[in-house]
């Protein structure tokens, strides 16, 4: 892949302007174009959709709108051609997840859809990144990886980028402090066996283990991080069960990772790749901080674990593993 740098102008140096396609114009995918172009992240957004009426659909609302955000083109298509020589490649079709029904419920239909479409994909976008943020990510990152050839660090998932930032709001919430000065991550998967990497955690530079409170406000004790770390894990659920999708905040962490990938700009994000040796983890797509730049996924850095997080880590990729091998991956 050819490495570019990006101006803010949504262009890659050399003059070529940055394209973005988003395969899927469901609640995730045309939301994420909406957050997209409110941003500014890409001078030309495609949609893709097999249901031709929504994407036009899609397309012509988000059209009505270019005047009031920065400079983009909006087109959209059931034809694979419309993500013809994308920079950046998102993919969010997949099956609706239901009320009561896990990440990993969805695997099947799933898998299938990208074992159909991904191959077409890469036939028009070669060069793209290609992240995929359809549910369960860590599972269908994994097979996509089998399915199209490419590298892991041209391909890999959303992550837990979406779970470290709601893990990093309710800590925030808890603290009394701004939701920027908490930095924490959640590692694993993108699911029930997710962890919170509570030892390397800080908030305003200090240890989150050491963090002894604000006035007025509760110390952090095992109690309260379990707590959270257990409303990180259901907060999806309720969504789901609440209005019937979750839109708005995985669309505006697939953007941070689309201008991560676009400007170039070596960030450190928990996105699911594939794992070769991570803390002696390997053959699975798991989460855990890594440098995203305009190569994708360009490696995993080791942060330090504690005895338990390593042990969760590895709970999270035997499941993994276990679901895998029921699909024949």
């Known amino acids: 892949m050819t490495d570019h740098s990006t101006a803010t102008d949504g262009r890659l140096a050399g003059g070529r302007t940055t394209k973005l ?28 959709d097999i249901n031709r009426a929504k994407v036009d659909a899609e397309v012509l609302d988000l059209q009505h709108g270019i005047q009031f955000v920065p400079m983009a083109r909006v087109e959209g298509s059931d034809d ?18 239901k009320p009561g029904q896990t990440r990993l419920d969805l695997a099947e239909a799933t898998i299938s859809l990208v074992r159909t479409i991904l191959p077409q994909l890469v036939e028009v976008a070669p060069n793209a990144v290609y992240v995929m943020v359809t549910n369960p990510v860590d599972i269908v990152t994994y097979a996509a990886q089998k399915y199209s050839g490419l590298s892991p660090q ?16 309710l800590v925030a919430q808890h603290c009394g402090v701004a939701v920027q000065n908490v930095h924490a991550y959640i590692a694993g998967e993108h699911g029930d066996t997710e962890i919170p990497l509570w030892s390397s955690a800080r908030i305003g530079g200090v240890p989150l283990l050491e963090w002894t409170g604000l006035s007025g406000r509760a110390p952090l004790t095992e109690e309260i991080r379990e707590q959270i770390a257990e409303e990180v894990v259901r907060s999806a659920y309720r969504i789901i069960e609440g209005k019937g ?11 941070r990772i689309i201008e991560a990938i676009l400007g170039d700009e070596h960030r450190i994000l928990p996105v699911s790749s594939l794992l070769e040796d991570y803390h002696g983890i390997s053959d699975v797509c798991l989460s855990v901080p890594s440098l995203v730049d305009r190569r994708g996924c360009a490696g995993q850095i080791e942060v330090p674990l504690s005895g338990t997080e390593l042990e969760g880590l590895r709970a999270s990729a035997d499941s993994l593993r276990a679901v895998a091998r029921r699909f024949g991956l």
């Open 21 to 48: 396609a988003i395969v899927g114009a469901g609640a995730v995918g045309s939301t994420l174009a909406y957050a997209a172009l409110m941003r500014g992240a890409a001078r030309t957004v495609a949609l893709l």
């Open 80 to 97: 694979v051609a419309v993500c013809a020589d994308a920079d950046v490649v998102l993919f969010t079709a997949g099956a609706k997840q």
């Open 154 to 169: 041209q391909l890999f998932g959303s992550g837990t980028v979406l779970d470290s930032s709601r893990l990093r709001f």
């Open 245 to 255: 999708a979750t839109n708005y905040a995985v669309a505006l962490a697939g953007t």
